[in-house]
């Protein structure tokens, strides 16, 4: 099992930036690419980001590319969401999930958080 906590949510203006946490404890975190994922009210949970096992690689939603960047501390078991630029659409609750292939398929994920909630105001 992999347990999942998100933190650093928050209510920003437009135009602001934020940086989410979430910290794994469990198994050996570097086995587990890393992905974040967003749901607003009355839609269905989408893709933000996903980075690879040592943080090499990622890759981004359209929506949020050049404004989110997402890295990785395997020694601190931590995954990280830069969010700049934000805008009143980036409100959702924001969950990280883990699995251990490199996905942005919500369904591939084994684990998750409980979610933070971002609200972006205009």
């Known amino acids: 099992q992999v347990q999942l906590v998100e933190s650093g949510g928050g209510l920003v203006q437009a135009g602001g930036s934020l940086r989410l946490s979430c910290a794994a404890s469990?198994?050996?975190?570097?086995?587990?690419?890393m992905g974040w994922f967003r749901q607003a009210p009355g839609k269905e949970r989408e893709f933000v980001g996903a980075?690879?096992?040592?943080?090499?690689?990622?890759y981004y939603a359209d929506s949020v590319k050049g404004r989110f960047t997402i890295s990785r501390d395997n020694a601190k078991s931590t995954v990280y969401l830069q969010m700049n630029s934000l805008k009143p659409e980036d409100t959702a609750v924001y969950y990280c999930?883990?699995?251990?292939?490199?996905?942005?398929?919500?369904?591939?994920?084994?684990?998750w958080g409980q979610g933070t909630q971002v609200t972006v105001s205009s």
């Open positions: 980075i690879d096992w040592n943080g090499s690689n990622t």
């Open positions: 469990g198994r050996t975190f570097s086995n587990y690419a």
């Open positions: 999930g883990a699995d251990q292939s490199f996905t942005s398929w919500v369904s591939d994920y084994d684990y």
